[in-house]
């Protein structure tokens, strides 16, 4: 008999604290779901993490609550690797290795690299080489599919250039990876400023909805969600953006389709609706912070330090064949 291999999913989280609904119905509860079906490697890139402004002390701690939250939402050490970048130096190097082969004009022209630019981040070599790192993440060890939200859509092209790029110059040793991007909720938006994407790092905590909120807190987010004077609910994302994410976010929370939302709730009143829309959420989330309060630091450092030697291992034959291709193969 014979046992084929499960495709291999990698993807990867900023320990960068916040973890939000938009992270939850965009990328982790699809890392989540894959878990049994195919070969899942998880990672706490905490590398990417020092390309923006930040207290070490504070680094450290939120590499472990990262790991925690990714625990409490489901995802499981005995079936997913689950370590932090850090603990891999194949990563940096294999970075270098891709920096020798990435094109500045392609780095320039990442629109995130561009978002936080314009933002006042400190422009340097880190944070323009960012997605070279990502890049080294996944290639390093062969992934097929990588579960991701829509913002990582650019970075993820690019990936897949370099690996072919490598491929074509070196001899075939990086399968190209595929994004896996949800239909709905790829891109949930803020509720402050429906026309910008959820994000951790925008500085009104009322925008986003921490995914170990709380009832209360989900519920006077949802009411306050930013919407329009037309009273009607309906899906536009143009003319109504806020409306429409709250139907994305109802969507994916309850599993029913947009229309069907719609049709139900289409002269309801904006107040009705998005009571519907708090308690879908409150439903989704609540079981996640009983099972966050059950989970002690140790136990979340024992399960990286396992991580972190069984992603070494698992990397360095793979990295050896980089290594060889590319003409540092060693004495
Ligand atoms: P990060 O830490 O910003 O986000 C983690 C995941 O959440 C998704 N996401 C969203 N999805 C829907 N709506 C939103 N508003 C939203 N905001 C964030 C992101 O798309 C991501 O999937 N560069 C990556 C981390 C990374 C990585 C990798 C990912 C480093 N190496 C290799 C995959 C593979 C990032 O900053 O994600």
């Known amino acids: 008999m014979t046992t084929e291999a499960k495709p291999r999913i990698f993807s990867g989280v900023q320990p960068t604290g916040n973890i939000h609904l938009g992270n939850y119905l965009g990328a982790f509860r699809n890392w989540v779901a894959l878990q049994d079906d195919y070969d899942t490697i998880y990672c706490i890139v905490d590398l990417h993490a020092m390309t923006v402004d930040y207290d070490p002390a504070e680094l450290e701690r939120e590499r472990i609550d ?6 409490a939402l ?10 932090t970048q850090s603990q891999v130096p ?5 970075a270098w290795i891709l920096g020798t082969m990435t094109p500045m004009g392609v780095l320039g022209r990442m629109t995130q690299y ?26 390093l060890y062969r992934a097929n599919l990588v579960p991701i939200g829509d913002d990582q859509r650019q970075h993820m092209e690019m990936t897949r250039d370099l690996a072919e790029r490598f491929n074509n ?12 991007i949800p239909e709905t909720s790829a891109r949930v938006m803020s509720l402050t400023e429906p026309h910008n994407k959820m994000s951790k790092s925008d500085e009104q905590e009322r925008s986003r909805i921490a995914v170990l909120d709380d009832a209360d807190v989900i519920r006077k987010r949802i009411r306050s969600a930013v919407t329009d004077s037309d009273p009607e609910v ?9 409306i429409s994410n709250l139907l994305e976010i109802m969507s994916a929370t309850t599993g029913r389709s947009i229309d069907d939302l719609v049709a ?28 966050y309060r059950s989970l002690s630091n140790g136990d979340v450092r024992a399960v990286l330090h396992d991580g972190g030697t069984k ?14 291709a590319v003409g540092i193969k060693g004495y």
């Open 90 to 94: 194949a990563h940096a190097e294999l």
């Open 74 to 83: 489901g995802v499981d050490p005995e079936r997913s690797l689950l370590y």
């Open 114 to 139: 561009k978002d936080k630019t314009a933002r006042g981040e400190r422009a340097d070599l880190g944070l323009f080489s960012y997605p070279v790192l990502m890049a080294a993440d996944i290639l």
């Open 234 to 242: 309906r899906y536009d994302v143009e003319a109504k953006p806020g």
């Open 311 to 324: 992603a070494n291992e698992l990397a360095a034959p793979y990295e050896r064949e980089v290594r060889k």
């Open 264 to 291: 139900e709730y289409a002269h309801s009143g904006y107040g009705v609706f998005k009571d519907a829309v708090a308690e879908a959420v409150v439903e989704e989330l609540a079981p996640y912070r009983e099972t």
């Open 169 to 180: 110059r070196f001899g075939e040793v990086f399968p190209i990876p595929e994004a896996y």
């Open 66 to 71: 990262t790991a925690k939250v990714l625990m």
